[in-house]
């Protein structure tokens, strides 16, 4: 597969000529789901799921189809009869030739004041982990993880704890938008020397083969 980051939380995939995204939100460019074959949307956040290009992408292509939780596909669907599919934990199913499985229930906690919502994450062609906005592990080999680097609700020991209990081959980051440039070294070193992991970066527009 081609991994092409986007910018903050959103990712395309590419395989045999067709495109899946992940999390076109707020803070992706505006055409981030343009061209896409399928869609996956981990939760209703507005910087993973941004109804505007979430259309974008669907209009673009009559064909394409959307997979996500209760709480987006309720905002979506009659707009799209028949393209938007309700997943949950546990689901398999296949997304323009992509074999996905989903994992995780419930976003990480922000605040205890603060009321949880759901979220999944998607484990692409057995290798991709895409966890959104929680640290999920799914209990199974990955070999790349989407790692969310940088968030209201995590530190930098939970980001690395997390790649150790993973144990991927390599981590990329996202979810990296609030992170200043000034600050990136100092996560890039700390994640890099105390992570079981390679660890890269990829600015948005960048690709890498997975």
């Given at each position: 597969?081609?991994?092409?980051?986007k910018s903050?939380?959103c990712v395309r995939l590419?395989?045999?000529?067709r495109?899946?995204?992940?999390?076109?939100g707020?803070y992706?460019?505006e055409?981030?789901?343009?061209g896409a074959?399928?869609v996956?949307?981990?939760?209703?956040?507005?910087?993973h799921?941004d109804e505007?290009?979430l259309r974008?992408?669907?209009d673009?292509n009559?064909?394409?189809?959307l997979?996500?939780?209760r709480s987006?596909?309720?905002?979506v669907?009659?707009?799209?009869p028949g393209?938007?599919?309700?997943?949950g934990?546990?689901?398999?199913?296949?997304?323009?030739g992509f074999?996905?499985?989903?994992h995780?229930?419930l976003?990480a906690v922000i605040?205890?004041?603060?009321p949880?919502?759901t979220?999944?994450?998607y484990?692409v062609?057995?290798?991709?982990?895409h966890p959104?906005?929680?640290?999920?592990v799914?209990?199974?080999p990955?070999?790349?993880?989407?790692?969310?680097?940088h968030a209201?609700?995590s530190?930098i020991s939970?980001?690395?704890?997390?790649v150790r209990?993973?144990?991927p081959?390599?981590?990329?980051?996202?979810h990296?938008?609030?992170l200043?440039?000034?600050?990136r070294p100092?996560?890039?070193?700390l994640?890099?020397?105390?992570?079981p992991?390679e660890h890269?970066?990829?600015?948005?527009?960048?690709?890498?083969?997975?």
């Amino acid at each position: 597969m081609k991994l092409t980051k986007k910018s903050h939380a959103c990712v395309r995939l590419e395989k045999d000529g067709r495109t899946l995204v992940v999390d076109p939100g707020a803070y992706s460019e505006e055409d981030a789901a343009v061209g896409a074959d399928a869609v996956l949307v981990t939760h209703e956040h507005p910087d993973h799921f941004d109804e505007g290009r979430l259309r974008a992408g669907l209009d673009a292509n009559p064909a394409a189809e959307l997979w996500t939780l209760r709480s987006v596909a309720e905002q979506v669907s009659a707009a799209f009869p028949g393209r938007v599919h309700t997943i949950g934990h546990g689901d398999t199913f296949t997304a323009a030739g992509f074999d996905v499985q989903v994992h995780g229930e419930l976003h990480a906690v922000i605040h205890p004041d603060v009321p949880r919502i759901t979220n999944v994450g998607y484990l692409v062609d057995g290798s991709v982990f895409h966890p959104g906005d929680a640290l999920t592990v799914p209990g199974t080999p990955v070999d790349t993880l989407l790692l969310p680097v940088h968030a209201p609700w995590s530190k930098i020991s939970e980001v690395i704890d997390y790649v150790r209990e993973i144990g991927p081959r390599v981590a990329y980051d996202v979810h990296d938008v609030l992170l200043s440039e000034i600050a990136r070294p100092t996560y890039d070193r700390l994640i890099g020397s105390l992570a079981p992991a390679e660890h890269r970066r990829l600015a948005p527009g960048a690709s890498a083969d997975v």
